[in-house]
């Protein structure tokens, strides 16, 4: 019997992930403007402040994620299974049991992404495939270790950063050493918390392109950023600065975003609130763009295609146009819309592609937890980027534990510069 490979373009399961996130979602809107509660009510606020978590239940708004107590256990991200499933360990009491080369770490700053915001709508697939629900979601982590494995490298009091594949909202996290770097003093915990996730994006886009780790021989050497004053922009500016593109273009929504873009190493920055953005593209470059690195999606994917140089790359690392920028519970016009950007998605001709020597890739790094030699490989580089100062870490907004649904609404709203850290009760103890 014949069954549909994909439908309105996307695979069955993504499809089935999307349809189950819409659903759950609208009944998250409607519990919050019901007079009838209609979901279950929150758990208890933890007894302890310094040994908790933020777990997200289901899809659906802010009402979703709430703070839970961890008592004995602490969090632990998907690839430490041999130990247990993700997201929350049993009793750690007994450290015996515990796997040699991971450590705990008693966490002062952890950062917001974008992802997670797409994590509590139900729309993150590695979520979805590697753990389930419930689900602690965060990537990036600092703080200092609490009890080292004898195979980790670590040992305890050292100050750390790093990531883990979820698990980061919490004050207590198991993870593998080489997840590891050691902070340097130039950074505070609150900046450490803020570069992990986001400078690994950069690196692993600009490695793509095949300008790291070392430099092609090419011509065609402009790079343009979308969204350059986020989290990964902001990185990307950077380190495209520091692999030898020229000039750098940034492309920003607003024009408060403008200088912090410059100050990163922009050559030129546009504000497609004011300007034509293709228009000016074309004026800076007129021979198109070595690389360009995309993450709006349905909004630009097309024209990012149009503009790039012959031998150019168009990487691809998030759909943030095809997603709603509100900052309240989604109702159901925004999953239309959502569904509308999903059926609208460009396809790209590969005959074209080989004529005109262009290529496109996208990629998702909560994938890559077993790809060992390459994040020992981009760690070093991490660690050399800003120990040495390199690499800066962009404006930081700091909000405390409790305020997770504030900075929620802050990044789904799109008017966030850099980065956005919550501060545990260990950091403020």
Known sequence: MWKPKSILGQPIDVFFNFTQAVALNILS????????????LPPPAPKDPRRQAVSISGPGGMDRMNAIE???????????????????????????????????????????????????WGLYESAL???????????????????????????????????????????????????????????????AAAAPAVLATALHCVALTGFW?????????????????????????????LCGFSPIVAVVGSS?????????????????????????AKTISPSGYAVIFDANGVSTLKESFEHLAMCGRLVVYGFHSNLPMSTGALN?????????????????????????????LGFNLSFFAEEHGLIDKYMLQLKE???????????????????????????????????????TPAAEG
Request: aromatic share 8%; with cysteine; net charge positive.
């Open 29 to 40: 809107w409607l519990n919050s403007i019901s007079p009838i509660r209609l979901l279950p």
């Open 70 to 120: 961890l008592g004995d256990s602490v969090t632990v991200g998907y690839n430490v299974r041999e130990y247990c499933k993700p997201s929350i360990t049993p009793s750690v009491v007994d450290k015996s049991a515990l796997p040699s080369h991971c450590v705990i770490v008693r966490i002062g700053y952890f950062s917001v992404n974008y992802a997670d915001i797409c994590i509590r």
């Open 129 to 191: 495939r590697y753990v389930g629900w419930p689900i602690v979601p965060g990537f990036d982590l600092s703080g200092v270790v609490e009890w080292a494995g004898k195979e980790s490298g670590w040992k305890e009091g050292d100050k750390v950063f790093g990531f883990t594949m979820f698990g980061a909202y919490s004050t207590r996290c198991l993870v593998p050493g080489r997840q590891l770097l050691r902070r340097p003093e130039s950074l505070s915990m609150a900046e």
């Open 213 to 241: 780790p070392e430099q092609p021989p090419q011509n065609a050497r402009a790079a343009l950023v979308h969204s350059a004053a986020g989290g990964v922009g902001s990185m990307l500016v950077q380190v495209c600065r």
């Open 256 to 280: 408060h975003k403008i200088e912090s873009c410059k100050a990163l190493g922009a050559d030129h920055v546009i504000d497609k609130s004011s300007v034509n953005l293709w228009e000016a």
């Open 332 to 360: 159901p016009l925004n999953w239309l819309r959502m569904g509308f950007g999903m059926a609208s998605m460009p396809h790209f001709d590969s005959m074209r592609m080989v004529l005109e020597n262009k290529a496109i």
């Open 385 to 423: 980027w800003l120990d040495s100062g390199k690499i800066k870490v962009s404006k930081v907004t700091e909000f405390s534990m409790d305020q997770v649904a504030e900075a929620h609404s802050l990044i789904q709203s799109g008017k966030s510069v850099g980065k956005i850290v919550l501060r």
